[in-house]
């Protein structure tokens, strides 16, 4: 199949029509309208076999994640997904693999009302990169740089579970028993778009979790100039996770765990019950303080003596 066939039977017509797409798929660049006091928001994120999927995952759960990391980093900044581009390469022609991967992607698209405008079809070791694009009212995108000594530290879902999923697809014997129930937590991530749009105007800052709380959060602190303490006992658990933790040790994963796609964002306490109104599911785990560095307290005041590094690739 030709690489114009191929875009005509698998993209062309993948995503619903928006009526801000002036001219999408087909020409030599997409046409969008930006509404007069919006901003443009923009990411890009690759995913690369071997590195971050294995190499027999399930397509639809590839298109579903390649695209739900993009919009994470949108929700994070409190904006509103609009479009995207796909610059797939693809390691040989695979129609089955091909029908797979735009469904995970279009029910997600489908989903948030997204529209696929563009991209790219080349030959080479099978990656995905997308770019997306967001809608944000000027001056209220929520930024890493704006939390204050006195802020409340807040996590949306879960922690944890996508890494606990990730040990037991890795042969981890411990945590296979709860492969089944949390392979979806890995696999099908749900950006948190509506809490991030919520969060406007309410949380001084915000940033979504792909490398662990410890490492993410720690972005927010450091580009903020504060520190923060957490609480162990109030981070948001799985029943799956309470049963697997064992030791301090098991720490690890929700602290450090990747692949959360959860929001972090820290909010002025006055704003708490506001917030608790407007935002479904989430838990306040701890503190903006002025001293640099995290600090992690058991029930008893005591502290967590390990330290952990979130997950980084090499380059
Ligand atoms: P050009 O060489 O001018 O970049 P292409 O032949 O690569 O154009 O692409 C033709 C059209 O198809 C363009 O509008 C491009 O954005 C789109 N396109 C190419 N690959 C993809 C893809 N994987 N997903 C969505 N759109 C694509
Ligand atoms: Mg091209």
Known sequence: MAEFELIQNYFAQ????????????GDDCALMRVPDGYELATTTDTLVAGIHFFDDV??????????????????AM???AAWVTL????????????????????????????????????????????????????GAALKRSTAEVGDLVCVTGQLGD??????????????????NDLRHRLEYPQPRLAAGRALRGMAHAAIDLSDGLISDLGHILKQSGVGATLQLADLPLSPQMRRYLESEDDFILPLAGGDDYELCFT?????????????????VIGRIDAKPGVRLHHHDGSQLKQQFVGYEHLI
């Open 14 to 25: 993948l995503t619903q029509q928006r009526e801000d797409v002036l001219l999408g798929i």
């Open 58 to 75: 399930v397509p639809e759960a590839l298109g579903h994640k390649s695209l739900a990391v993009n919009l994470s980093d949108l929700a």
């Open 78 to 80: 409190g904006a509103e």
């Open 87 to 138: 610059a797939l390469t693809l390691d040989r022609m695979d129609e089955t693999w091909l029908a797979g991967f735009s469904r995970g992607f279009a029910e997600l698209a489908a989903e948030f009302d997204v529209q696929l405008v563009g991209g790219d079809t080349t030959q080479g070791p099978l990656s995905i990169t997308i770019t997306a694009f967001g809608l944000v009212p000027a």
């Open 162 to 179: 996508a890494a606990l999923a990730l040990r037991a697809l890795q042969g981890d014997q411990r945590a296979k028993p709860f492969l």
């Open 267 to 283: 909010l002025p306490s006055v704003m708490l019950t506001h917030a608790q109104h407007r935002v479904t599911d989430f838990t």
